[in-house]
């Protein structure tokens, strides 16, 4: 086994940015006048972007069209995109360093292309990945691995020799079902997860620096 691309997911594995979400939706629908069921935000976190939206609105009815409910509730977690969220711990380092022995390295997610270019621009890796790929481009949510397939080909890799690294369940699952491997990065907001998560995948990490030396053993 040769692990030549790196397909990274944003948030919850390189930002330290899962608390943006973790209220968002609600958020939105309390200011439209809506009690949010309970749940939410799992149900629409497999989702595009414009996928929730389309359901935020038949949903519930709201008279918005689905264009201003995507636009208002990247709005909502803009300011922290653009000035504040941080990268996890190790991630500078550990990003630098793959790139300079030269691993081919992109980013997968489904949070809007502008909010993780502002952040990985102003955090001083976005120049380490080749490009930043998003659900909406591909028109599939992470259930499904569109997203996945396409990142590995634009690098020229295949499910066999590109790793995915993700934080959450769902993702890891689907991944690994189509034949990549995976490496889990622990969140504290997937905690009640963990376990089913090193499960399903490949490798489990604590600090996403740990990949360096994954590769270092796998790759000889």
């Given amino acids: 086994m040769k692990i030549k691309g790196l397909i990274f997911d944003l948030d919850g594995t390189l930002l330290d940015s899962m608390h943006c979400w973790e209220n968002v939706d609600r958020s939105f629908l ?30 519930f009815s709201l008279r918005q069209s689905c264009e201003d409910i995507i636009n208002r509730i990247e709005e909502i977690v803009r300011e922290q995109y653009y000035s504040s969220i941080p990268l996890k711990e190790g991630v500078y380092e550990t990003i630098n360093k793959l790139k300079s022995v030269g691993y081919r ?3 997968a997610t489904a949070t809007y292309n502008r909010l993780a270019s502002a952040a990985l ?8 990945f080749e490009f930043i790929l998003t659900c909406s481009d591909v028109g599939a949510g992470k259930d499904r691995p569109d997203i996945f397939i396409e990142a590995a080909k634009k690098m020229d890799c295949t499910e066999s020799n590109a790793l995915v690294v993700e934080d959450s369940l769902h993702c890891i699952e689907t991944a ?18 963990w376990d089913r998560i090193c499960s399903s995948a ?15 053993k796998e790759n000889v």
């Fill in 30 to 59: 309390i200011e439209n006048g809506i009690n949010p069921p309970a749940g939410i935000s799992d149900i629409v976190k497999k989702m595009t972007i414009q996928a929730s939206a389309n359901y935020f609105k038949t949903q």
């Fill in 105 to 107: 390295m992109c980013v």
């Fill in 121 to 128: 621009k102003r955090l001083g890796i976005i120049d380490c």
């Fill in 202 to 216: 490949w490798k489990n990490i604590r600090n996403i620096s740990e990949i360096t030396e994954i590769l270092g």
């Fill in 176 to 193: 690994a079902a189509a034949g990549f491997y995976t490496a889990a990065v622990y969140d504290r907001f997937s905690e009640n997860e």
